[in-house]
């Protein structure tokens, strides 16, 4: 990905994870940095919506596929 890909996100709400270890990415929004991807063994979930953000969105589809 790009070094500043955009990503769509729908609405406010995002996951807090007790381990910290498990958050991939992180988001900045306004004065608000969360977690954006987490993954915990086979399990891997986006807070946006990977399939409304463009050809960024499409390369991460495609990468979850190649894993």
């Known amino acids: 990905?790009?070094?500043?890909p955009f990503m769509y996100f729908l609405h406010s709400y995002f996951v807090i994870p007790e381990d910290k270890?498990?958050?991939l990415?992180?988001?900045s929004y306004g004065s608000d940095l969360f977690c954006?991807?987490?993954?915990?063994?086979?399990?891997?979930g986006c807070?946006?919506?990977p399939?409304?953000?463009?050809?960024q969105g499409l390369k991460i589809l495609k990468n979850f596929l190649a894993l």
């Open 21 to 23: 270890q498990v958050c």
């Open 36 to 44: 954006s991807v987490f993954q915990q063994n086979n399990i891997i």
């Open 51 to 55: 399939e409304r953000s463009g050809k």
């Open 25 to 27: 990415t992180e988001t």
């Open 1 to 4: 990905l790009n070094d500043n």
């Open 47 to 49: 807070q946006f919506h």
